[in-house]
Nanobody
Framework: QVQLVEYGGDLVQAGGSLNLDCMAS????????MGWYRQAPGKERELVAN???????NYAESVKGRFTISRAHPLNTCSLQMSSLRPEDTAVYLC????????WGQGTQVTVSS
């Protein structure tokens, strides 16, 4: 079992920056990839970024150049640095981790005001 808790969601003005952190506990040595999805009201959940155990990253086109994903050793923290935030980035951001199955956090709200 893996437990995930997200931190860092907040209200921020357009153009601002925000850092999200996801802390994993439990069987963390079995975690493969970690990443972030987001879900805005009335929209489908979309992948924001993910990172493998060996550090390979993948980003949604809409966040490339603005967001940076990273993992801290011993690989139990996954962070998302967000800059140049836009109102359309407003969503609940959910952390996930892959192991024997996919685990999800509860989500953290990011609101970007115009």
């Amino acid at each position: 079992q893996v437990q995930l808790v997200e931190y860092g969601g907040d209200l921020v003005q357009a153009g601002g920056s925000l850092n999200l952190d996801c802390m994993a506990s439990g069987r963390i040595l079995e975690i493969g990839a970690m990443g972030w999805y987001r879900q805005a009201p009335g929209k489908e959940r979309e992948l924001v970024a993910n990172i493998t155990g060996d550090g390979r990253t993948n980003y949604a086109e809409s966040v490339k150049g603005r967001f940076t994903i990273s993992r801290a050793h011993p690989l139990n923290t996954c962070s998302l640095q967000m800059s140049s935030l836009r109102p359309e980035d407003t969503a609940v951001y959910l952390c996930y981790a892959t192991s024997d199955r996919t685990y999800w956090g509860q989500g953290t709200q990011v609101t970007v005001s115009s």
